[in-house]
């Protein structure tokens, strides 16, 4: 990104450190914390207006893609295949993108999961639980409390920061003047999984990416490591679509051995 300020958050700096990257040291953070640092300490370290969160298994695709429009929202970010559903008789959530055939019904309201882990935000945003301590981050009980060290569970990862602001918390955000992106900002923004609502997506159109599934192991030459084998990515919606992206950009691609 021509022009960026680079901020590394970590324990330590690497040793390997890229000249031009800022490093701040921050104590070691478990799954949860880290969701509790983006709520209410990441302001801290950030001097710009906006930033642009990036975790390692996330990176710009096509800087030529950026949209100055994205800095009319206070959030935006890839979709995921959860979100919250609003009628007038109750709340839903609808998982595995089916929230997508939601979108034009009369008196519905559909709150999509916007990523958090490639995600821009205002630093308004970043401070929006400090100056308004009367939306308070909501935890439900636990889906379940199953197994053998008993563990707990929650269906919507409800405990997630990204839920949190970008589902739970977002018509109270929206009522005190915070802007998400709607679904086409979103869409030209970043991908993770694909599902219905980016059936028609040109994918080299993308700004950005995010997925647990896609790791960046090398930049020399460019490589990309799926968490997974190729039958199980050729099965997943568009995955080979983003597959093909991703070699035309120059990426090589290797996939978890098959098994007999």
């Given at each position: ?6 901020l ?6 690497p040793?390997?450190?890229a000249?031009?990257?800022?490093h701040?040291a921050?104590?070691?953070?478990n799954?949860?914390?880290y ?10 370290v ?19 893609n ?20 609003e ?5 839903r959530?609808l ?14 309201i ?42 707990m ?13 970008t ?15 709607p ?6 923004f ?19 990416h995010h ?19 190729r ?24 996939f ?5």
């Amino acid at each position: 990104m021509p022009g960026a300020r680079v901020l590394l958050c970590s324990p330590k700096a690497p040793d390997n450190l890229a000249k031009g990257i800022e490093h701040r040291a921050i104590a070691p953070l478990n799954y949860h914390e880290y969701s509790w640092f983006m709520m209410f300490a990441l302001w801290r370290v950030i001097e710009t207006e906006y930033a642009l969160i990036v975790q390692d298994d996330g990176w710009v695709l096509d800087a030529s893609n950026w949209d100055d429009a994205f800095f009319d929202y206070d959030y935006v970010g890839p979709m995921v295949h959860v979100a919250r559903v609003e009628t007038a008789d109750e709340t839903r959530w609808l998982h595995r993108y089916a929230w997508s055939y939601e979108l034009q019904k009369p008196g519905t309201i559909v709150h999509p999961v916007l990523n958090g882990g490639f995600c821009l935000r205002s630093r308004r945003m970043m401070r929006a639980l400090i100056d308004h301590p009367e939306i308070k981050v909501h935890v439900p009980p636990p889906d379940d409390a199953v197994g053998d060290p008993l563990k707990m569970n929650w269906a919507n990862n409800a405990l997630n920061e990204d839920v949190q602001l970008t589902a739970i918390l977002r018509p109270s955000l929206q009522a005190v003047g915070f802007k998400f992106a709607p679904v086409d900002v979103c869409l030209k923004f970043g991908i993770e999984h694909a599902g219905a609502v980016h059936r028609n997506l040109d994918m080299m159109q993308l700004f950005g990416h995010h997925c647990r599934w896609r790791k960046l192991v090398s930049i020399d030459p460019p490589t990309i490591r799926y968490g997974c084998k190729r039958s199980r990515a050729e099965k997943a919606f568009r995955e080979m679509d983003i597959v093909r992206m991703l070699e035309q950009r120059g990426y090589r691609i290797i996939f978890d051995r098959e098994t007999a």
